[in-house]
């Protein structure tokens, strides 16, 4: 914690520093509170688009949220300025929950066209109604003030603005830093895995939205007092468009990249305008195509941004330990007695149009037991299993756990009842460690909100949570990874991540969708006795694999399907000598 904050410390006073710097012409202090304005809107951006994946070009009409906010009620009702802030806030948040219940729902390049759509029709919306000034806008706007000490100049309104940068930064950091902040960044490779483990995600995206929307209103509000006049024009398509590209060039995924991208933006344009013209006579625009130019060579230099860029420049050394929790998370406390059914699959049945994937399957997993589905290539296997968690509606037939049907129940009410799964293609975080990924798969375990995670006060609950990641992470035999980026894994490891994260929700069954595949011969093993160890323990395991010899040594029963009918069930010896199966393996003439 002190060694995250010291920086933060550091930086703080250093700005707090710069306007007593004798002969500091006041041109700096002015292009520094227009940094630190637009660091606000980039770091919602950060969030929304960088870590969340959701492209939004209309954040500027948020900003117009927060300053025509205050600009009516100071100006017009005479309300104090301090007064209007939380006001600018609770407006800019409930025009995002407004705007986001609609924008949220879209996914591709629906979404970035959808903010482009609602970000042009509040700019003209705001230039055409009258009690906002129409395009002449709002004047007279007071200043902020303390006391008689009224902050009229850029050098005294410059602390309120950097204030503001850094508290937020230090709250977006704490938010990404927790449980709903893993749920967040989890949203960037598609919700299917995050469901999987409990995450709502059309609730996690309004979230975000709302949050980048209310730094958007914060901004808004602060330029309102500085300029102390609001007009459309500063929030354009234009100014949406780029403040996500200041959030792009600092690093899309860092916090602190959007203030060092609003920096660099910023500090550009202004050199490139006051000198460009003088060099050229002044003829055309030409700092525009400069401009351009050399923020496509800076993301070809650094296409992550600067700020990874930066930080790769500096000494750093990884502290981080295995996290450790004074409380464990408690178990399942309901455990079924051996031979119990567990999982019932009743004709379950998926068409996809004219294509049947899984035609009128049915099998059952008992208490304790490891069942193997196997098949050719396109047997329905994978399919089955999103019928099982709730990935896929079934076209018909029947899925229950425990005895409840979740036929039509989405993945986060499935895995409530304890099912726990892998992908055949691994769905983790590459940018997020593997103790981050696997503490994902605890989502449910946890209950702390994005307030308590901004405040720090989520830190209990955070610690039982990575400790029971740590514990599942050593118990798959991956502890030395526990603090390496989940990208820079092989694949055969990813997998195992996979399996660590799906422990991390106490399942009753385990659903593992080919979970040797890339693994090495003494890595299938350790991962056989490890499956044995969890069914010793009480857990079940349904398992697809190709491998016929690792399902051969470990399955307890093994169900067969071929072009989504199952031909067969029966114990490995039963299995090795079906005609059925030898045949759907090796061909007729075979």
Not at 82 to 96: R, Y
Not at 301 to 327: F, H, I, N, Q
Not at 554 to 581: M, W
Request: glycine residues 10%; proline residues 5%.
């Amino acid at each position: 914690m002190q060694s995250r904050l010291l920086p933060i410390f550091v930086f703080a006073i250093a700005m707090a520093a710069i306007p007593f710097v004798p002969g500091i012409p006041p041109f700096w202090i002015v292009l520094l509170d227009n940094i630190g304005l637009a660091s606000l809107v980039a770091m919602g951006l950060v969030l929304l688009t960088g870590v969340g994946g959701l492209t939004s070009f209309g954040q500027a009409a948020f900003c117009g949220f927060g300053a025509y906010t205050t600009a009516v009620l100071t100006t017009t009702y005479g309300v104090s300025p301090w007064l209007t802030l939380p006001l600018s806030l609770l407006v800019a948040g409930f025009a995002a929950v407004l705007l986001g219940i609609i924008t949220m729902r879209l996914s591709g390049h629906y979404l970035p066209l959808g903010t482009i759509a609602w970000g042009i029709s509040l700019f003209y919306l705001f230039s055409k109604l009258e009690f906002l000034g129409r395009n002449d806008g709002i004047s007279g706007i007071p200043p902020l003030s303390i006391g008689t000490w009224k902050m009229l100049d850029p050098g005294t309104i410059y602390f309120p603005i950097w204030i503001a940068v850094i508290v937020c930064a230090i709250l977006s950091m704490n938010l990404l830093d927790s449980r709903t902040g893993r749920a967040i960044r989890a949203l960037r490779r598609g919700h299917v895995a995050a469901e999987a483990f409990g995450v709502q995600t059309a609730r996690a995206k309004l979230l975000v939205f709302i949050y980048a929307a209310v730094l958007a209103g914060l901004s808004g509000w602060l330029y309102a007092h500085f300029q102390r006049a609001a007009n459309p024009t500063p929030f354009g398509p234009h100014l949406g468009i780029e403040y996500l590209f200041i959030a792009v060039v600092g690093g899309a995924g860092y916090v602190w990249g959007g203030v060092l991208g609003a920096a660099v933006v910023i500090i550009l344009k202004e050199v490139l305008q006051s000198y460009l013209p003088m060099l050229f006579g002044g003829s055309g625009q030409l700092e525009a195509i400069v401009f351009g130019i050399l923020l496509v060579a800076l993301l070809q230099l650094a296409p992550t941004g600067m700020w990874p860029w930066v930080t790769s420049l500096l000494p750093t050394k990884d502290s981080r330990k295995r996290p450790a929790a004074t409380e464990a998370l408690p178990g399942r406390a309901e455990s079924l007695p051996a031979d119990s059914i567990l999982l019932q699959v009743e004709k379950a049945r998926k068409q996809f149009g004219g294509v049947v994937a899984v035609n009128d399957v049915s099998f059952e997993v008992k208490s304790r037991e490891i069942v193997a589905l196997i098949g050719p290539n396109g047997a329905g296997k994978s399919t089955t299993f999103n019928l099982i968690t709730g990935v896929l509606p079934a076209t018909a037939g029947k899925v229950t756990v425990r005895g409840e049907s979740v036929s039509g129940a989405p993945p986060q009410e499935v895995v409530k009842l304890g099912v726990a799964r892998t992908f055949q293609h691994v769905k983790l975080v590459p940018d997020m460690t593997v103790l981050e990924n696997v503490a994902l798969g605890a989502h449910l375990r946890g209950s702390s909100g994005a307030i308590s995670s901004m405040l720090r006060l989520d830190r209990a609950d955070e610690a039982k949570l990575l400790a029971e990641a740590a514990k599942q992470i050593e118990r798959v035999g991956l502890g030395d990874q526990m603090n390496q980026l989940a990208g820079s894994l092989s694949l055969g490891q990813q997998r195992i991540v996979e399996i660590a994260r799906a422990l991390c929700v106490d399942p009753m069954l385990l659903l593992l969708d080919e979970p040797a595949a890339g693994l090495r011969h003494m890595e299938k093993q350790k991962l056989a006795a490890l499956l044995r160890q969890l069914r010793e323990g009480g857990m079940s395991v349904l398992l697809v694999e190709h491998d016929m010899g690792f399902v051969m040594n470990l399955a307890d029963r093994i169900v067969v399907l071929d072009f989504g009918t199952k031909i067969a069930e029966g114990t490995p010896a039963q299995i090795k000598t079906n005609p059925d199966v030898i045949k759907a393996y090796l061909g007729a003439v075979a």
